[in-house]
């Protein structure tokens, strides 16, 4: 039972995968550290554009930024439409 227990080599198996599995979460961690900074700036600039459009200046402008409402003026005036 001890001899057997000696040879049995299915444990190998499970280091070398435990091993593959951290080398690529190790690179996986590379890649998106290394992308952080790029991906925030990316959702930074969306995130105050957003703002922009809703009406509220993005954090950190200066105090004389200015945001245009529309205007509701009346197309026509009140003059009537013909329609032909």
Request: hydrophobic residues 50%; aromatic residues 4%; charged residues 15%.
């Amino acid at each position: 039972m001890l001899q057997a227990f000696l040879k049995n080599d299915s444990g190998a198996t499970a280091i070398e995968y435990g091993l593959i599995a951290a080398l690529v979460s190790v690179a996986a961690i590379a890649a998106l550290t290394s992308l952080g900074d790029s991906v925030q700036a990316v959702f930074a600039e969306v995130n105050d554009g957003m703002e922009i459009a809703s009406g509220t200046p993005p954090a950190g402008a200066p105090g004389d930024v200015v945001v245009l409402e529309p205007v509701l003026q009346p197309v026509l005036d009140g003059d009537p439409i013909a329609i032909q």
